[in-house]
């Protein structure tokens, strides 16, 4: 059974950091990714990582705020957020695909997603 479990997320304030953990089991991914969804707001991308290469990718709206990495051992992909903003608010999530490439940004490569995790920045 494939799973992607997340850890990490809550509540910081304006300027703060979180980290968040999604760890694999079941099988290893090609490229995982990091996907948020605000209220009222279709479900966007934030940020993926090709597992051979360690290349990455990031939405402009988080490049050089947030960084995305792997630990090949744990099967694991970490989102580290910083200079966090209000408008970050939204439920993560993370998913894993077989595929590599630029489409990593959309959700369509991806098979399996983690179950979300809610993170808050308040003012």
């Known amino acids: 059974q494939v799973q992607l479990v997340q850890s990490g997320g809550g509540l910081v304030q304006d300027g703060g950091s979180l980290r968040l953990s999604c760890a694999a089991s079941g099988r290893t991914f090609s490229s995982m990714g990091w996907f948020r969804r605000a209220p009222g707001k279709e479900r966007e991308f934030v940020a993926a990582i090709v597992w051979s290469t360690l290349r990455t990718y990031y939405a402009d709206s988080v490049k050089g705020r947030f960084t995305i990495s792997r630990d090949n051992a744990k099967n694991t992909v970490y989102l580290q957020m910083n200079s966090l903003k209000p408008e970050d608010t939204a439920v993560y999530y993370c998913?894993?695909?077989?595929?590599?490439?630029?489409?990593?940004?959309?959700?369509?490569?991806?098979?399996?997603w983690g179950q979300g995790t809610q993170v808050t920045v308040s003012t």
């Open positions: 998913a894993g695909t077989a595929g590599s490439g630029v489409a990593l940004t959309t959700t369509g490569p991806y098979n399996y």
